[in-house]
Every structure is written in structure tokens, then in C-alpha cells.
């Protein structure tokens, strides 16, 4: 591989892990959801999956904004 291809292949993984994040924080809060309202999983649901909802917001939110920052060239001060 050439240094360009090699350099858009690194772009490119990181863009499919940034929205790959997105997707996981998103699935995360529809199974936290189920959990937490409905007695598909636990009858009469757990309240369990409140905080679940709230770390699955985290994720989908902060994630991408998270692996940006680590991934900026250079690095901020």
C-alpha cells in the first residue's frame, strides 16, 4: 500500500468506528429503555435500566466527540 492508501484507510476506520459508537451508545438506550418500561426482559420492568438509558446518552453523545479529540494531529495543549 502507498502512504495515501494507507492514509485513507486509517481515515476511513475511523469514521466507521466514530459512527459504530454512535450506533452501540443508540442500541444501548433502546435496550435500556425495553428494560426499564416494559416486562419483555423483567416483569414489570427494573429500574435498572434507568441508569443503563443514562450511560447508553453518555456514550452516544460524548463517544465521538471523545475519540476525536484523541485522534486530533497535534494534540491540543
Known amino acids: 500500500m502507498?502512504?495515501?492508501e494507507q492514509d485513507e484507510a486509517l481515515w476511513r476506520n475511523r469514521f466507521?468506528?466514530?459512527?459504530?459508537?454512535?450506533?452501540?451508545?443508540t442500541a444501548v438506550v433502546l435496550f435500556a429503555l425495553l428494560?426499564?418500561?416494559?416486562?419483555?426482559?423483567?416483569e414489570g420492568g427494573s429500574i435498572?435500566?434507568?441508569p443503563l438509558a443514562l450511560a447508553g446518552?453518555?456514550?452516544?453523545?460524548?463517544g465521538p466527540n471523545?475519540?476525536?479529540a484523541q485522534w486530533r494531529t497535534p494534540?491540543?495543549?
Open 2 to 4: 502507498t502512504p495515501e
Open 16 to 25: 466507521i468506528m466514530i459512527n459504530l459508537v454512535r450506533l452501540g451508545g
Open 35 to 42: 428494560l426499564w418500561q416494559t416486562s419483555r426482559i423483567v
Open 48 to 50: 435498572l435500566g434507568f
Open 57 to 62: 446518552l453518555v456514550m452516544s453523545f460524548f
Open 66 to 68: 471523545y475519540l476525536a
Open 75 to 77: 494534540p491540543r495543549p
